[in-house]
């Protein structure tokens, strides 16, 4: 079943979605940022609940030894910045247990965060989703020079 019961849940499924979105038309630099702070959020994610640490991450929760794991004394524990991953945390094991797991206030908190790092993601233009119809739109005409073309026309 893998991540498939933690992306049923819809405010897990909303942060992820929030990351995805604030990919398109991220240059790509800020797609290996967003790449750590997923991989440090969505998958190996914890938070505090009740003050002790909690996971939530996908890839936690789909392995028993890496939730066994993270409430070790083993790996470091650092309190979740967005602008400390995307800095100093570009690369990650993908085979082995973690060394570093970034820990959120709360869950909410740890929403927040990544949001306001997404809003602050220099784009060419910005993407809104809209849930009522399950569309992604675009709040920004953007135009490409079409090849012999005298004027430009729309891209989206």
Known sequence: MGHAPMFAHQEF?????????ASLGASEVELKRLAAIYWFTI???????????????????????????CVTDEPEFKPLDPYEIAQHHLSFPISSMQP????????????????????????????????????VTVDRKIHARMEGADSEGPLF
């Open 13 to 21: 499924a909303d942060f992820s979605q929030e990351i995805g979105l």
């Open 100 to 135: 570093t797991y970034f820990i959120a206030e709360s869950f909410a908190k740890a929403k927040q965060q990544i949001t306001d790092y997404c809003d602050d993601i220099s784009k060419p233009f910005a993407v809104s989703y809209n849930s009522s119809n399950d569309t």
């Open 43 to 69: 998958e190996f994610g914890m938070c505090k609940q009740g003050g002790k640490p909690k996971a939530y991450g996908a890839g936690i929760l789909s392995s028993v030894g890496e939730l066994a794991y």
